[in-house]
């Protein structure tokens, strides 16, 4: 089955770090890349940064450059997306997205609730 | 950094009636391989967001036709031949250009 499945809902205070992982189940994994995005409450959505699964290459926005590590596991089929020094303001659900290395996001994750608070 | 403007931002529709939205960039989005790096998602109350449309008017799997996507450079736009009750939710552009960004979204509700 064609899925991405992400972990449980986390909640952390300011300064610490938060990893999410994405296993992916139905395809090739090695032959995509997986892009992580995510929505704060009641906002739009905003791209964070991609990760090739064949070669590791990454790709990441500005805005969370040295902030932010995306790895992948092929034997486990599993990507992840670290992100440090979190503040009240990284408060959001954070998705990740199947991406055949030019957009068309196609397969998502349910999205994994992080949220941020002293 | 490319960004992206929807218009309009709240869309009230009748069920039956057509429905376009409008996403411009700042920079063009066609790629000297002819392709225009522009997607489209819906995101459904609750739910996370589901691909329509990439490189500009292909429509993606699963995808009804009534659904269809035009537009080259930096003007884009979304069609919706028919408005059904279930395309209620937040539709948004996206550019794949080296990064991607997300327009605001255009929240879709039924009249």
């Known amino acids: 089955q064609l899925q991405l499945v992400q972990s449980g809902a986390e909640v952390k205070k300011p300064g610490a770090s938060v990893k999410v992982s994405c296993k992916a189940s139905g395809y090739t994994f090695t032959s995509y890349a997986i892009s992580w995005v995510r929505q704060a409450p009641g906002q739009g959505i905003e791209w964070m940064g991609w990760i090739s699964a064949h070669n590791g290459n990454r790709n990441y926005a500005q805005k969370f450059e040295g902030r932010v590590t995306m790895t992948t596991d092929a034997a486990t089929r599993t990507a992840y997306m670290e992100l440090r020094s979190l503040r009240s303001d990284d408060t959001a659900v954070y998705y990740c997205?199947?991406?055949?290395?030019?957009?068309?996001?196609?397969?998502w994750g349910q999205g994994t609730t992080v949220s941020v608070s002293s | 950094d490319i960004v992206m403007t929807q218009s309009p931002l709240s869309l009230p529709v009748t069920p039956g009636e057509p429905a376009s939205i409008s996403c411009r960039s700042s920079q063009s989005l066609l790629h000297s391989n002819g392709y225009n790096y522009l997607d489209w998602y819906l995101q459904k109350p609750g739910q996370s967001p589901q691909l329509l449309i990439y490189?500009?008017?292909n429509r993606a799997s699963g995808v009804p036709d009534r659904f269809s996507g035009s537009g080259s450079g930096t003007d884009f736009t979304l069609q919706i031949s028919r408005v059904e009750a279930e395309d209620v939710g937040v539709f948004y552009c996206?550019?794949?250009?080296?990064?991607?960004?997300f327009g605001q979204g255009t929240k879709l509700e039924i009249k």
């Open positions: 490189l500009g008017s």
């Open positions: 997205a199947r991406d055949p290395d030019y957009g068309a996001l196609d397969v």
């Open positions: 996206m550019h794949s250009l080296k990064s991607y960004t």
